[in-house]
């Protein structure tokens, strides 16, 4: 389990949504690292919940969650993640993003995805959350950037 949070990646390039020729294990493990964060849950995890930090303030970043059940599964879209940072400092000096909004959603109905937020203009730290439903490896690109900066993500479980 993996109870504190664990950066799992810093996003700095680029990456389109996935087209539908570009979701097998063999495409999306060629992609470059500043490219992607990729989650791998502990056994017995639950469910999860992911936040991001930005550089600044108002920084924009579209991201895409996939997810994949077994080592060579394609992948599938969860959901598009719009971001926006806020000004909650993170320890790296870097602020929080206060602001997710999620699309596109097509993790079971969207039932078990949410996103806990404590206010979109209240410069909380957003939280994205769902349960894992047995996949076993999740991968976040972004399909929108801040030019010149760095995304990072953090993930967390719950069990």
């Known amino acids: 389990m993996r109870p504190q949070w664990e950066n799992i990646g810093k996003i700095s390039v680029i990456q389109a949504a996935l087209g539908v020729t570009a979701r097998d294990h063999t495409s999306v493990e060629a992609l470059a690292d500043n490219k992607t964060a990729v989650y791998t849950p502990t056994s017995g995890a639950k469910e999860a919940e992911v936040r991001f930090i930005t550089p600044a303030d108002s920084d924009d970043w579209v991201v895409e969650m996939y997810a994949a059940r077994g080592a060579y599964d394609h992948y599938t879209r ?66 929108t950037i801040v030019a010149g900066k760095i995304l990072e993500v953090e993930v967390a479980e719950i069990n």
């Open 78 to 143: 969860m959901a598009t993640l719009t971001l926006e940072g806020g000004t909650q400092k993170h320890s790296t000096g870097k602020v929080f993003v206060d602001t997710i909004t999620g699309s596109n959603g097509v993790w079971y109905g969207d039932l078990p995805v949410a996103e806990e937020v404590q206010g979109t203009t209240d410069d909380f730290i957003s939280r994205y959350h769902w349960h894992l439903k047995g996949y076993t490896r999740f991968l976040f690109i972004a399909s």
